[in-house]
């Protein structure tokens, strides 16, 4: 391709490209990627808090509500070990094995959100 023949197409090319560029007002050329969704924005309880922070807080108490009953679990599960010996493994041990865990899973769940 000639010189000539460059040099207008890529003039064509840039003034259309600026043409179209002029035709939107600057504050539609680039909307927001991710608007905001009305059911997104903070809502007042009728006490006249937020929403978002109540619930943060009632996760936070039962968090520590789990964390507490999870440490209370592991206390009898290794008094249970503790008492049965070597070679015995009760089945209330399991039990309790499960339970920690759903407890974790739970905080952890909370805790993501």
Known sequence: MSRTRRNALLTLLLS?????QEQFPPDQRHPDPFPKRPDEEDRKL????????AIAKENYEQSLK????MIQAAT?????L??????VVP???????????????????????
Do not use: F, M, W
């Open 16 to 20: 259309s490209a600026l043409s179209a």
């Open 66 to 69: 789990d964390a507490n009953n």
């Open 91 to 113: 089945i209330t041990a399991v039990k309790k094995t499960e339970e920690i865990e759903k407890l974790a899973r739970r905080i952890r769940s909370r805790l993501k959100a």
């Open 76 to 80: 009898s599960l290794r008094d249970e």
């Open 46 to 53: 009728p006490n006249g808090k937020s929403q978002k922070d």
């Open 82 to 87: 503790q008492k049965a010996g070597n070679y």
